[in-house]
């Protein structure tokens, strides 16, 4: 899913800086701690810049231009009206909305 900024240019700008401090702290943390070597770190970084560069060129998104945006309509099936008889504002203490009421003596099912 593609982050819209509609509100915001500077959103994903700081979705990914939040992002890259966390993975750095954490890198950090674990050869300060004394879990990992140092080029373990660096191998493991190296390895998911790679998978991410691979993964996101692979990925396909539709080109949007500014005056298109927001025009754009769901293709696929029509909604068809419900065929369940829903509680309509009229419905007061079980009384039954003349329309209804003109429905089922019409067709008794």
Not at 37 to 62: E, K, N, Q, R, Y
Not at 78 to 101: H, M, T
Not at 102 to 109: A, D, G, I, M, T
Request: with cysteine; net charge neutral; hydrophobic share 40%.
């Amino acid at each position: 899913a593609r982050l819209h900024t509609a509100h915001s240019h500077l959103a994903k700008y700081w979705l990914q800086l939040v992002l890259v401090v966390m993975a750095t702290f954490s890198c950090t943390s674990r050869v300060v701690d004394h879990r990992h070597h140092a080029m373990d770190v660096v191998v493991g970084a190296a390895i998911g810049i790679v998978i991410g560069m691979l993964s996101a060129g692979w990925m396909v998104f539709p080109e949007y231009d500014e005056c298109d945006r927001g025009k754009h309509e769901k293709t696929g099936k029509q909604k068809r009206p419900s065929k369940i008889g829903l509680i309509s504002s009229d419905f007061v203490l079980g009384a039954e909305v003349d329309s209804e009421r003109e429905l089922k003596e019409v067709s008794p099912n």
